[in-house]
């Protein structure tokens, strides 16, 4: 930056999306119910073929299928489900940004030497790094809304626990977790929401609750200057950023389950529209 100015970091961050659009735009594979909700049922069932993927049923004309846009994120008994996931994304952006902006000061003023206050925030997104990749592996075997609430608590206990001034070792394994329930928990998110609304009106859940969400990412850096401003201590602090993390554990046990799609007699497969008729002859 002293030789280039601050614009050369933007330009630095530029290129390697510039390099990856290109590959990206060639291998990266359409989303087959995305596919099939168009109606390009052999495209979606070739992609699905090829990634050994369960191959998506044709959807139905129904009020779901329907709807899009802002109407299908409170339409069919969404309204509760859209609002939970906007708070719980709201939350957990703040709790992120707050974090990730203020942990080396606290450490610091907690009486870490610098070196190691900047070292935290670099083991902070490794922890995120692992979250990602663990929760996936959790959530496929137990679910994703318990894993996303127990990523939630994860980051309100190792938050609190700092606050016990543990020995640095373990201080950097509850900062790694902290991260685990950080990003972590985003990127659960992101696939819960994504997963909850049908493929006509997938983006437009997600990007609205990541946009509200984005508000959280300004509060909580702002939150935490306000903290530091009124002169609370490092451990309230901490605390007082766990506290968020707990709400979002609480909200996400709230998310109603998913209700499924029904489909049309005309929609069953051969043998049960069979039955249906026997029976009506009988």
Not at 119 to 128: A, E, H, M, R, Y
Not at 245 to 257: K, M, R, S
């Amino acid at each position: 930056m002293p030789t280039h100015g601050f614009r050369s970091m933007f330009l630095a961050g530029l290129v390697p999306g510039l390099m990856f659009l290109p590959l990206m735009l060639a291998y990266l594979p359409e989303s087959p119910a995305y596919l099939a909700s168009r109606g390009e049922h052999a495209a979606a069932a070739a992609i699905a073929d090829r990634y050994r993927l369960e191959r998506t049923a044709a959807p139905t004309l129904t009020t779901s299928s329907r709807e899009r846009g802002l109407r299908a994120l409170f339409g069919t008994d969404r309204t509760l489900t859209t609002l939970l996931f906007w708070c719980t994304t709201l939350l957990c952006l703040l709790v992120l940004f707050g974090v990730a902006t203020w942990l080396p000061a606290l450490m610091r003023s907690a009486g870490y030497p610098l070196g190691a206050s900047l070292s935290f925030l670099l083991t902070l997104n490794i922890g995120g790094a692992l979250g990602a990749l663990g929760g996936a592996v959790l959530a496929d075997r137990y679910g994703i809304k318990p894993v996303t609430a127990a990523f939630f608590l994860c980051a309100a206990i190792a938050l609190l626990l700092v606050t016990t001034a543990p020995p640095l070792v373990v201080v950097y394994m509850l900062v790694l977790l902290a991260g685990v329930g950080t990003t972590g928990t985003q990127i659960l998110l992101n696939t819960f929401i994504g997963s909850h609304y049908p493929a006509s009106s997938r983006a437009t859940g997600l990007g609205m609750a990541l946009g509200v969400g984005r508000i959280g990412a300004i509060v909580g850096p702002t939150y935490g200057g306000v903290l530091v401003a009124i002169g609370t201590g490092t451990n309230w602090q901490l605390a007082a950023f766990a506290a968020p993390a707990v709400v979002g554990a609480i909200l996400t046990v709230l998310v109603p389950q998913r209700t499924p799609i029904r489909r049309s007699a005309q929609t069953r497969p051969p043998s049960a529209a069979a039955d249906i008729d026997r029976k009506a002859v009988s």
